[in-house]
């Protein structure tokens, strides 16, 4: 009886509501994450790409999805030892 | 009352004395614990007489024990007291119970081990006549498989599986399936103090529980071939 | 040439087995050609929902690496003349068979059954692998609870990434009281969620415990609600349209008014 007055005026959540939200927060996560392969795929696609403008440290590039304030991110980071003055022109 | 298994030699030479007051399991298993304690008095190979006292034995009691001393290494020379009505089944009684001479001397511990899985690795074995015995509940989901006569001390659930190319003595309930005999040798046996298997296999026949309600009896049951069929009787 | 349909969920326990078993169960009693096929080897549990697992004697396994022909290894259900079951082995383990064999298996069986439904084992892994390897179309199964319905989201995606798109969801175990109280999530919540069709929704029903101590598909239980949730989902399945059935159960008035008393 109190846990549905309480609802009735609204001090509490339904628990299906909060299933519903909580198992939409971990979907998006789930469904955000790449595996190994595609991570590789991309690093590839992302040196083919970059190489056409600059020069660098193929080893070094470091590809990584990060989660930063409830947003998924993907981190790229690059040395870059020289850029290529006429490239793509 | 003294204990329930004892030992007396007379001049036919070993007699295993038998009180027939005890369940016939229980006395299976105190007969296995006796022959083990006593292993370094009666040697390898023994031949035994089996003394029942005042109760008589029936026939697949007589064959149950029979194979299970043969397991352990030793023979039964008689029983006593003679029953004309209930000796042993005839066609049994011609044939050699005993796995093959050559399967004891072929037996070696590497052979034991491979043909049990991990999981049983803690097992006691007894090396008498190339016998595997197992001390140990086999669950759902293992499989043992064994060139010999294979004996259980513990129960066999359903989804366990045992082959043996000898006889099959299960200690304990079957619930299993338990395949004797497995290389076409159709005087093999299984025994199981609580005989409930779904199915069983001997040689190439198969007989498979009746659909419906579970038939746990507890009883000591007994199967084998006769006259071509897979028949189980209460021992 | 029949088609083979794929049962799975990811999560372990919220009904895959029974679902196979009455969705075939009950194609068997539209007069169809079905064949069951357990993949779960080593937790095989097909043949004890069915009630035929004093019949086995030959299993997937024997059939993959031909230790016995594909009829040998075909168990006749004891209700239905043309239903079969091939179960998995209990003994051997996921890596026994390939995908290459399943789907070979799958292939034959197409030639002579209407539906093959294959019922997979939980997880993800090589047993997921080879129970879809043959599949043509797939059924997921899952619960109004976060972790069922997470798994399932996964399978989802994982068949997409097999060629198994556009799965149907059968949501088991809904209990109309708990979702009216907005203790549970609906139908509504999980396919916002899922975005997947629905092939059926399974009340949460004492039968199903019954009939599977029992060895007796609900299906065939004409008194039992999640017998008839099922024997719409075989229509569906069938092609014809059938309307989700009503969960409530009906209330007399009496048990109305107490509960207008009671405030829940």
């Keep these: 009886m109190a846990s549905f007055l309480q609802r009735l005026f609204g001090g509490e959540k339904n628990s299906k509501d909060l299933a519903k939200d909580r198992l939409k927060l971990v979907l998006i996560h789930d469904r955000a994450s790449m595996s190994p392969a595609m991570m590789e795929h991309l690093r590839r696609d992302l040196i083919e790409v970059i190489s056409r403008y600059m020069d660098f440290d193929e080893a070094a590039l470091d590809v990584q999805m990060a989660e930063q304030d409830n947003m998924t991110m993907l981190e790229v980071n690059i040395p870059v030892s020289s850029v290529k003055r006429n490239a793509g022109v | 009352m003294g204990e329930a298994v004892s030992f007396k030699g007379n001049k036919d030479g070993i007699v295993l004395l038998l009180d027939c007051g005890v369940e016939f399991e229980s006395l299976c298993q105190m007969i296995v614990q006796k022959l083990w304690q006593s292993r370094s008095f009666l040697g390898e190979h ?132 338990a395949h004797a005999g497995c290389q076409g040798n159709k005087q093999a046996i299984v025994y199981a103090t609580n005989l409930c298997s779904l199915q069983l296999r001997i040689a190439d026949l198969i007989a498979r529980a009746p659909d419906g309600e579970s038939n746990e009896r507890h009883v000591p049951e007994l199967a084998r071939i006769i006259d071509n069929y897979l028949v189980i009787e209460e021992v | 040439m029949g088609e083979v349909i794929v049962v799975t969920s990811g999560k372990g326990g919220v009904g895959k087995t029974t679902t196979a078993a009455n969705i075939g169960t009950g194609l068997a009693a539209q007069g169809k050609r079905v064949v069951l096929m357990d993949t779960d080897i080593g937790l095989r549990n097909l043949d004890v929902v069915m009630g035929l697992e004093n019949r086995i004697v030959y299993d997937i396994v024997d059939i993959a690496q031909g230790h016995c022909k594909l009829k040998q290894g075909m168990i006749k259900d004891k209700r239905f003349p043309e239903l079969y079951l091939i179960p998995a082995a209990q003994t051997k383990d996921k890596t026994a068979v390939t995908e290459e064999q399943v789907r070979a298996i799958c292939n034959e069986l197409k030639q002579e059954a209407d539906y093959i439904i294959v019922d997979c084992p939980a997880g993800i892994e090589q047993g997921f692998k080879n129970a879809i390897a043959g599949a043509d179309r797939a059924i997921v199964v899952t619960n109004p609870e976060v972790s069922a319905v997470r798994d399932a989201d996964r399978i989802i995606g994982l068949l997409e990434a097999h060629g198994l798109g556009n799965p149907q969801l059968v949501l088991n175990r809904v209990r109309p009281n708990m979702v009216r109280q907005g203790d549970m999530m609906s139908v509504d919540d999980i396919l916002e969620i899922l975005a997947i069709k629905l092939l059926g929704v399974i009340p949460d029903d004492d039968s199903i415990v019954i009939s599977t101590n029992r060895g007796e598909p609900t299906v065939l239980d004409q008194q039992s609600r999640a017998g008839q949730a099922y024997r719409n989902i075989v229509k569906r399945i069938l092609g014809e349209e059938v309307p989700l059935m009503n969960l409530e159960v009906e209330e007399g008035f009496f048990a109305r008014l107490m509960k207008l008393f009671k405030g829940n």
């Design chain 2, 46 to 177: 023994t031949t035994l007489v089996v003394n029942s006292g005042d109760v008589c034995l029936d026939g697949g009691q007589r064959l149950a024990l029979k194979v299970l001393l043969q397991s352990l290494g030793h023979e039964v020379k008689y029983f006593l007291p003679e029953d004309s009505a209930a000796v042993l089944p005839k066609q049994p009684e011609e044939t050699e119970l005993t796995p093959s001479v050559q399967q004891a001397e072929n037996w070696n511990m590497e052979a034991l081990q491979a043909a049990v899985p991990a999981e049983l690795a803690d097992v006691a074995h007894y090396p008498a006549n190339g016998a595997l015995a197992v001390r140990k509940n086999v669950r759902s989901g293992q499989k043992i498989s064994y060139d010999g006569t294979l004996i259980i001390f513990g129960d066999v659930n359903a989804g366990a599986e045992l082959v043996a190319t000898g006889h099959i003595l299960v200690l304990g309930t079957l619930r299993g399936v």
